[in-house]
């Protein structure tokens, strides 16, 4: 009986610790360029010949690139 016990609780933890890590890869890795990009493209950043078009939303975005940071925006085009 104890033996099931454990092997309840080590799933539990187990669980726990890969629900932990999605979470975190979801809230404080996920950079992609989709986020926290306005309409108005900040200063020091250049328009270049890149546009990507999101195949689930048929959006078209310009890329502008920042030389001395090596930051990207991305700007909805219409």
Same mark, same amino acid.
């Given at each position: ?8 609780? +080590? =799933? =539990?933890?187990?669980?726990?610790? @890969? =629900? /932990?890590?999605?979470?975190?890869? +979801? ?11 306005? %309409? ?10 890149? /546009? ?5 939303? !048929?959006?078209? %975005? $310009?890329? +502008?690139?920042? @030389?001395?940071? !090596?930051? $990207?925006? +991305? $700007?909805?085009? %219409?």
């Amino acid at each position: 009986m104890t033996t099931f016990l454990g092997i309840g609780i +080590y =799933l =539990l933890f187990q669980i726990s610790i @890969a =629900l /932990v890590c999605i979470l975190l890869g +979801y809230f404080i890795y996920d950079k992609r360029y989709k986020r926290n990009h306005g %309409k108005e493209v900040p200063k020091g950043f250049e328009v270049t010949n890149e /546009v990507n078009l999101d195949p689930v939303t !048929g959006e078209k %975005k $310009r890329v +502008y690139y920042n @030389a001395e940071t !090596g930051e $990207r925006f +991305y $700007r909805k085009e %219409k």
